[in-house]
């Protein structure tokens, strides 16, 4: 038995979930205003969850990033071991598997439902860029001594990596554009790149950390920026 089989029999908290979301690589677990997340077993494009060694250190850098950006929605890692059989609570250093512990909002209050309803103010604007600048730098520069990070890395290897996943992101989400159609775009792109000087002669002593920041998942809660 897993830890999404425990959930689904009410092993690790013992009532009906209000809802469960699926997501390609995920698990999603709704009581009242807590939500857990929990990985599939299953090998993707950029790991192998069904290993035990891969999913502790995806779940422990996953947190760390997202309880920078968003502390007041990724609230704890859990981590749970197997005794007699049943799954319990343990410390993290001993734990065997994880879920993460999270905070149900509403996404009305997101970047992109803001802008369409003209809710947000130029200072909310403002807000956001100054939270994001800051958390980034601070995952910067906690991670630039980190030799699973490369910061010297070229800019356009790192950008010709970001087109391949995009590509395999794309393959795994079920659409009407074509594995022919994703490539020809993918291609077109890498070639443009590899023309561009900007991405041959970029200075990597201005990197910084990155996340998926696109608007939707840009939210305010109770006058705080969630990112």
């Given at each position: 038995m897993?830890?999404?089989?425990?959930?689904?029999?009410?092993?690790?908290?013992?009532?009906?979930p209000?809802?469960?979301?699926?997501?390609?690589?995920?698990?999603?677990?709704?009581y009242?205003?807590?939500?857990?997340?929990i990985?599939?077993?299953?090998?993707?494009?950029?790991?192998?969850f069904?290993?035990?060694?891969?999913?502790?250190?995806?779940?422990?850098?996953?947190?760390?990033?997202?309880?920078?950006?968003?502390?007041?929605?990724?609230?704890?890692?859990?981590?749970?071991?197997?005794?007699?059989?049943?799954?319990?609570?343990?410390?993290?250093?001993?734990?065997?598997?994880?879920?993460?512990?999270m905070?149900?909002?509403?996404?009305?209050?997101n970047?992109?439902?803001?802008?369409?309803?003209?809710?947000?103010s130029?200072?909310?604007?403002?807000?956001i860029?100054?939270?994001?600048t800051a958390?980034?730098?601070?995952?910067?520069?906690s991670?630039?001594?980190?030799?699973?990070?490369?910061?010297?890395?070229?800019?356009?290897?790192?950008?010709?990596?970001?087109?391949?996943?995009?590509?395999?992101?794309?393959?795994?989400i079920p659409s009407?554009?074509?594995?022919?159609?994703?490539?020809?775009?993918?291609?077109?792109?890498?070639?443009?790149?590899?023309?561009?000087?900007?991405?041959?002669?970029?200075?990597?002593?201005?990197?910084?950390?990155?996340?998926?920041n696109?608007?939707?998942n840009?939210?305010?809660?109770?006058?705080?920026?969630?990112?």
């Open positions: 897993n830890l999404i089989e425990a959930f689904d029999k009410k092993l690790i908290i013992n009532k009906e209000d809802k469960i979301i699926e997501t390609i690589v995920s698990r999603l677990y709704f009242g205003d807590k939500v857990y997340k990985y599939k077993y299953e090998k993707f494009f950029f790991g192998d069904s290993s035990s060694d891969f999913r502790k250190s995806f779940y422990k850098e996953d947190f760390y990033w997202n309880n920078i950006m968003a502390p007041d929605i990724y609230l704890s890692l859990k981590g749970v071991k197997a005794i007699n059989g049943e799954y319990k609570l343990a410390d993290l250093s001993v734990s065997e598997d994880f879920f993460i512990e905070k149900k909002f509403d996404d009305s209050k970047l992109t439902n803001l802008l369409t309803q003209k809710n947000i130029e200072s909310d604007i403002e807000k860029i100054l939270e994001m958390r980034l730098k601070k995952i910067t520069e991670k630039k001594n980190d030799p699973s990070y490369d910061f010297n890395k070229k800019f356009i290897d790192i950008h010709l990596a970001d087109l391949e996943s995009d590509a395999n992101l794309l393959y795994l009407f554009i074509t594995k022919e159609k994703i490539d020809t775009i993918i291609n077109f792109l890498r070639n443009i790149s590899l023309s561009n000087p900007y991405f041959k002669n970029y200075d990597a002593s201005n990197f910084s950390a990155l996340i998926d696109h608007a939707d840009i939210v305010f809660l109770d006058e705080r920026v969630e990112l």
